[in-house]
């Protein structure tokens, strides 16, 4: 069967093999039935079989869910200067662990501790796979078999199954629980510190708030503890970012520099959330932790691959240049956006998009509400707008933006299906596919 003509042009772009396994399933799909040699319908059959694999599951889609960094999604988009710089790594050979001057080996992380250093006022600093890996590792090489303190208020779970419990468990440390959920005091650390304590360890709460009676240690009063008591302090910032986002119009975030210049220890953050780099887990802070976490042998575990290190040094160049920064950054373009800008995208893009939907449908524009994502801010606050619809059955409607082309992803809330339009960049192709959608 495989030689039927008919079949040829899908042999030709899929390969044998594939065709080979659409025909048996085809064969077996029809067990009993008497065979109809129908060459036509079989090769259909085992084209619309094999349709799925003709394009990559990894697709390309419209983010307008509102939440600009969002983790179902991937997360920062790269700067173009990032992008330029990984394809270059994978095209060709590149110094990953080579110095050129002295024509020897060299270290993978000298591509980015100077930016990290400079950028933070760090003394040394490190990188892994994520920022998971890189708690994980910081535990592990500083605080194994021992006792570290944490506030109760800061036991995290955040999506993935990641939490700081069962972290500190699998770093092969006893987590000794301080405080209540709603205060915690710094006696509370004090009295929790015993001959078996290897560190102390702070989590930013990036994805929920505690209001009301509410009590947290600052870095700032812990250090001194920490320091008189010769241990280590620890902090997951989870987000992180290198600069003030209040420049931008935006809410405070804490900073990796303001955490080193606090006293932390050792600081580890994201490198695809706010930074707007490639997936990392960056660790910043004293040399002397910083070196052991770097010798640990999980470190060869979770190390970066070239492509992602040369992605991360050029995100991070464009840092020495802050007032250019939100031209190049599109997780920062897009978080800076004017509301009023978003408005009259909207208004542009209404008259097509009321008509792609067709009658049934009302279509408006909202004022809506969007956020950073990734554990960044849990509170709803970018003040945005979204073109929005209202109508039965929005369920389906939704099925068939994500059945469009480049699929579009949005957000139903109160009755009301809404594309937020602060992560449109491409406005032309998200028009340009807008006739192509079959409610
Ligand atoms: C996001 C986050 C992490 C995990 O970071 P990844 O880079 O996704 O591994 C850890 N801790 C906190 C507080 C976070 O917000």
Redesign the pocket.
């Given at each position: 069967m495989a030689n039927w003509p008919a079949l040829a042009p899908l042999i030709a772009r899929v390969g044998r093999p594939l065709v080979v396994e659409a025909l048996r399933a085809w064969s077996e799909a029809r067990r009993g039935v008497p065979e109809v040699a129908d060459p036509i319908a079989c090769a259909r059959w085992c084209e619309a079989r094999l349709a799925g694999l003709s394009t990559s599951s990894l697709r390309r889609v419209f983010n307008l869910t509102g939440t600009v960094l969002h983790t179902n999604l991937g997360r920062a988009l790269l700067a173009e200067e990032a992008i330029e710089a990984a394809v270059t790594a994978m095209r060709s050979p590149a110094t990953l662990e080579y110095d050129l001057e002295g024509g020897a080996r060299g270290e993978r992380d000298d591509h980015i501790a100077p930016w990290l250093c400079r950028l933070t006022g760090a003394e040394a600093a490190t990188a892994v796979n994520?920022?998971?890996?890189a708690?994980l590792l910081a535990l592990s090489a500083l605080a194994a078999g021992r006792e570290v303190i944490v506030s109760r208020g800061e036991l995290?779970e955040?999506g993935g199954a990641?939490r700081i419990p069962d972290i500190m468990a699998r770093a092969g440390c006893r987590l000794v629980e301080v405080g209540t959920t709603n205060r915690t005091h710094l006696k509370d650390y004090a009295t929790a510190i015993g001959p078996d304590t290897a560190a102390i360890m702070k989590?930013?709460p990036?994805?929920y708030a505690v209001q009301g009676f509410t009590r947290s240690v600052t870095a700032a009063e812990l250090v001194p503890l920490a320091r008189e008591k010769g241990l280590p302090v620890i902090e997951?910032l989870?987000?992180g970012t290198l600069v003030d986002l209040e420049t931008w119009g935006l809410p405070h975030e804490p900073t990796a520099r303001e955490a080193v210049a606090a006293g932390i220890d050792v600081v580890t953050f994201?490198g695809?959330?706010l930074l707007g780099g490639p997936?990392a887990?960056l660790l910043v802070g004293r040399r002397t932790f910083i070196e052991r976490i770097a010798k640990n042998p999980m470190k060869r575990a979770l190390r970066l691959d070239k492509v992602r290190l040369a992605a991360l040094e050029a995100t991070l160049r464009l840092y020495a240049d802050p007032e250019t920064l939100v031209k190049r950054l599109p997780t920062l373009r897009a978080l800076a956006r004017p509301a009023t800008e978003i408005h009259g995208q909207a208004e542009r893009l209404l008259p097509a998009f009321a008509l792609a939907l067709g009658k049934g449908w009302q279509a408006g524009i909202k004022p809506v509400r969007g956020q950073i994502g990734?554990?960044a801010l849990p509170v709803d606050l970018l003040p945005s707008f979204a073109l929005s619809v209202k109508g039965k059955s929005l369920d389906r409607l939704a099925d068939a933006f994500r059945r469009l082309p480049i699929p579009v992803i949005g957000r139903i809330q109160d009755e009301t299906l809404l594309f937020d339009l602060r992560t449109l960049d491409n406005e032309a192709a998200f028009a340009a596919q807008l006739p192509k959608l079959a409610p």
């Open positions: 994520n920022n998971a890996g708690v995290i955040i990641f989590v930013h990036s994805n997951d989870g987000s994201s695809d959330k997936q887990g990734s554990g």
